[in-house]
């Protein structure tokens, strides 16, 4: 395939790409969302085609070419249109990104020699906090001491499943687990999902997915969602997977994600204490990580 091509299909992607985000996101918000009535019963959730062309400002015909992916458009439109679907700022990024006016996140992630090692030197300087160095994809590319010992070592995983998210859904494989990670793995697919947009024929994305229908065949409709925004810090609570002895088993961690500005293509998450409890326990188990393990005292 010539280079010409790659790039007329690569836009013809990010176009039905774009399309679907305004499908989606048209098919979240009702009539009485935007100051209109609901017009008698509707077959289909959402506004209809013709009230977001209105309320846009532009043609039926163009706002469904716009929809099917098939014509691209100015940012007067793209804009229009977001503020008519009454976006959040996160997916109005988006659209513009998709649309081709905003530059969008690189998948590639560090470059051919791997993480840099001042990335590397920063996150084992955090010596209680855990931490991880992420793609775009979220797949996991280092870990510091201080994750190995609450979640275990990523590189014990299979290369394919040595993923955020897929570590997240089929249950961490070290001795401690969420209490309640569904906050913290919807919102980490959101972020997933605003990178990976942008790059709809990727094929470690799409395997990442396909992972995940497998891991969590009841959250089918979570996998199929469209929605994206940029991860906020999500704060949850961790415990001890058979309880600890002689003193908590468990804490509280705030998971935010950081991007190194001179690395383009990687992300940090850190795993901050909410609480001095938290604190304490953590650096308890950087002198004696035998103390903090379940069945140990």
Do not use: K
């Amino acid at each position: 395939m010539s280079e010409t091509h790659r790039i007329i299909g690569m836009e013809g992607s990010l176009r039905r790409e774009l399309g679907a985000h305004l499908r989606a996101s048209r098919e979240r918000i009702g009539p009485e969302d935007v100051g209109l009535s609901g017009g008698g019963r509707r077959r289909a959730p959402g506004l209809r085609r013709e009230e977001v062309a209105a309320l846009a400002g532009v043609s039926v015909a163009w706002y469904t070419w716009l929809e099917q992916g098939r014509v691209a458009t100015s940012r007067q439109v793209v804009d229009a249109v977001c503020r008519a679907l009454r976006m959040e700022p996160d997916a109005h990024r988006h659209a513009l990104a998709l649309a081709g006016f905003l530059p969008a996140a690189p998948l590639a992630g560090p470059g051919p020699d791997g993480v840099g090692a001042e990335t590397l030197r920063l996150i084992h300087g955090w010596g209680t906090a855990p931490a991880l160095v992420l793609d775009e994809r979220l797949d996991i590319l280092a870990a510091n001491a201080a994750h190995r010992r609450l979640w275990g070592d990523p590189e014990d995983l299979p290369e394919e499943r040595r993923n955020l998210l897929l570590q997240l859904a089929s249950g961490p494989a070290g001795d401690y687990r969420l209490v309640d990670g569904e906050p913290l793995l919807r919102g980490l697919y959101e972020q997933f999902r605003t990178a990976a947009g942008h790059v709809p024929d990727d094929p470690r994305a799409a395997d990442i997915t396909r992972l995940l229908h497998r891991a969590r065949p009841d959250a089918a409709d979570r996998w199929q969602c469209r929605t994206v925004a940029n991860f906020p810090p999500t704060t949850v609570e961790v415990r001890a997977a058979n309880g600890l002895r002689g003193g908590t088993d468990a804490l509280r961690l705030t998971f935010s994600l950081l991007r190194p500005v001179a690395e383009a293509g990687v992300l940090l998450l850190v795993q901050a204490p909410a609480d001095p409890a938290a604190q304490e326990l953590l650096e308890r188990l950087a002198r004696d990580p035998a103390r903090g393990r379940p069945g140990l005292g």
